[in-house]
């Protein structure tokens, strides 16, 4: 890791998490489901028992940068999307996911729906004079690196707390990709399936470390544990309909 110190779970002012990552079987789901719901509280985000919707938008540069370097497996690498709930503009986050090794970092920043659509015209200059940071740097990668939409994500999530070891676990079910439209507020997009398998993605994301009520949960899963990016498949499926 030349270059990069860690510090515990802390990389300069970056704090950072465990990220474990699954594919589910479908059969699976709804015992490990019933298991959690016994030890862990349910994300008071949801809507209802399914979870809540989310909806993502994917930038990347002329070069695909996030997409190699994801598909190479590189040690240090970044996402910028925009991201928005249950297809409402009444939270609207522009976030940077950063990985190093199996830590993750996600800074986020609010914007407001104008901004936004700023953005997806590719009008950013009014971003170069904000106080965030993390909305500064996306401005230097779209004029320096020429970042423009790339792909949409979208699915439901379930999420599960425990604060022992701060975990969080989600279950991500019915991932779609966009073939029409790179607008997530579009009431005409057309999505389609992401995954054709009876399958969903699972994540486990905590701090300094995995109380034992989780691990024993997850040891039967243990071969089923991946490097998953819903950004890397999403983009594959987008592929089949046209370049993006």
């Known amino acids: 890791m030349k270059g990069i110190e860690i510090t515990g779970i802390q990389i300069g002012n970056k704090r950072l998490r465990h990220e474990l990552k699954y594919y589910l079987r479908l059969s699976e789901y709804e015992p490990l489901r019933k298991k959690l719901q016994l030890i862990t509280t349910l994300d008071h ?6 979870g809540y919707h989310i909806r993502s938008l994917y930038f990347d540069d002329i070069h695909d940068t996030a997409l190699q370097v994801k598909n190479y497996g590189v040690f240090q690498r970044k996402k910028y999307r925009i991201r928005v709930y249950n297809k409402s ?6 976030e940077r996911k950063s990985k190093f090794g199996g830590y993750i970092c996600k800074e986020g920043a609010s914007i407001t729906r104008d901004e936004y659509e700023m953005i997806l015209a590719g009008e950013v ?13 996306f401005y230097l990668s779209c004029k320096n690196h020429l970042f423009r939409p790339r ?6 999530r ?11 676990i989600t279950f991500d079910k019915q991932l779609k990709a966009n073939v029409n439209s790179l607008d997530i507020f579009d009431k005409d997009i057309m ?11 699972m994540e486990v994301k905590y701090d300094q ?3 034992f009520s989780i691990r024993h949960l997850l ?12 950004y890397v498949i999403c983009r594959e499926e987008t592929k089949k309909y046209y370049n993006l």
């Open 45 to 50: 985000h949801s809507v209802d028992d399914e």
């Open 89 to 94: 503009d009444a939270v609207i986050k522009m």
């Open 125 to 137: 200059e009014f971003l170069q004079e904000t106080e965030n940071s993390l909305l500064r740097d």
């Open 151 to 156: 792909v949409i994500t979208d699915y439901v």
């Open 158 to 168: 379930e999420a599960y707390l425990m604060r022992e070891g701060n975990v969080r």
């Open 191 to 201: 999505m389609v399936n992401a995954i054709h398998q009876p399958m969903m993605i």
């Open 209 to 211: 470390f995995l109380p």
């Open 219 to 230: 040891q039967k899963l243990s071969n089923q544990r991946s490097a998953i990016s819903k």
